[in-house]
């Protein structure tokens, strides 16, 4: 498995795999989580990808009881999770509405919060979920770098920022933020001519993707030109239409990490054929100008 660097010592799979639903399924029993993540690192995909707000936060839970059941599977793994969404349920069922709160005091009762719950005494990689608009950077930014100083966090990012989103974070910080984590697919095209992906490619910062599969929605027949085309390139090179969206992703040099979220085992033991595709610069424009509707300009 390719492995993407983070910081000097923090390295990840090209692979993650995403836990958005691992809550959702009928087992969320140790042992069937524990199949998952087994059928993960079969594949040598090592990075696990979570939030707080996962399963109206109980997913990370989820994932604890699996670390819990079954002592070093830890520390085979990366552990990434996020926070700042304050939703109306769970153990925020008080809050009046949805909101975000990067306030230090929040961040670290997530973080204590997020330790407890997935049963470790550290977070690999820690995101700010959500772009506040009442955020202070000179708050926020402090205390992250306070997470990594106490070694509960070992390096911090964003999700779903603008690039001014993240220089103002960056602006308050002493450790560099080392990803965005934003929606990238098919159906999800904007940040490739936005700026969003030049951005992080200025600095070496390596995106990570979510929904990197539109949701399921690549395959729901509302493309029919494009679904053709990913299902002909796959049956060329002996795989399916969803590791061809996927390749399509690690074709792009900024070294994007797509985020897989799947709860069935057989899909996950073949996310990582999508690292056998090979994807040409004419195939790469070809399934854009399908999946955009138009030839580029």
Not at 61 to 79: C, N, Q, Y
Not at 113 to 142: F, K, Q, V, Y
Not at 165 to 188: G, R
Request: overall charge negative; aromatic content about 6%; some cysteine.
């Amino acid at each position: 498995m390719q492995r993407v660097n983070l910081t000097p010592d923090l390295t990840f799979s090209r692979l993650v795999y995403g836990m958005w639903r691992i809550g959702d399924d009928a087992d969320t029993s140790p042992k069937h989580v524990q199949a998952k993540i087994e059928a993960c690192l079969a594949q040598g995909i090592t990075t696990m990808d979570q939030a707080d707000i996962y399963g109206g936060y109980t997913a990370e839970a989820v994932l604890g009881g699996a670390l819990k059941a079954a002592p070093g599977l830890r520390d085979k793994l990366e552990i990434v999770t996020k926070c700042d969404i304050v939703a109306p349920v769970g153990r925020h069922a008080a809050a009046r509405v949805k909101y975000y709160d990067t306030s230090a005091a929040h961040i670290t009762a997530s973080v204590e919060a997020s330790l407890t719950d997935m049963g470790t005494d550290h977070i690999d990689l820690l995101l700010i979920h959500r772009p506040d608009p009442l955020i202070d950077p000179d708050e926020t930014g402090p205390a992250l770098d306070a997470l990594i100083a106490s070694g509960k966090v070992r390096a911090v990012g964003v999700s779903n920022f603008r690039p001014w989103d993240f220089s103002l974070l960056q602006s308050s910080m002493e450790n560099n933020l080392v990803t965005n984590q934003i929606e990238l697919s098919l159906l999800a095209t904007d940040a490739f001519v936005n700026g969003d992906l030049a951005y992080l490619q200025e600095r070496m910062v390596p995106p990570m993707a979510w929904s990197p599969l539109g949701g399921g929605r690549l395959f729901d027949g509302s493309k029919p030109a494009l679904l053709a085309a990913l299902k002909r390139i796959g049956a060329e090179q002996g795989v399916d239409e969803t590791a061809v969206a996927v390749a399509w992703l690690l074709r792009h040099p900024s070294a994007i990490l797509p985020v897989m979220g799947t709860n069935a085992l057989e899909r996950i033991a073949k996310i990582a054929d999508a690292l056998t595709v090979e994807i040409d610069r004419q195939t790469w424009f070809e399934l854009y100008t399908l999946a955009i509707g138009r030839e580029v300009a």
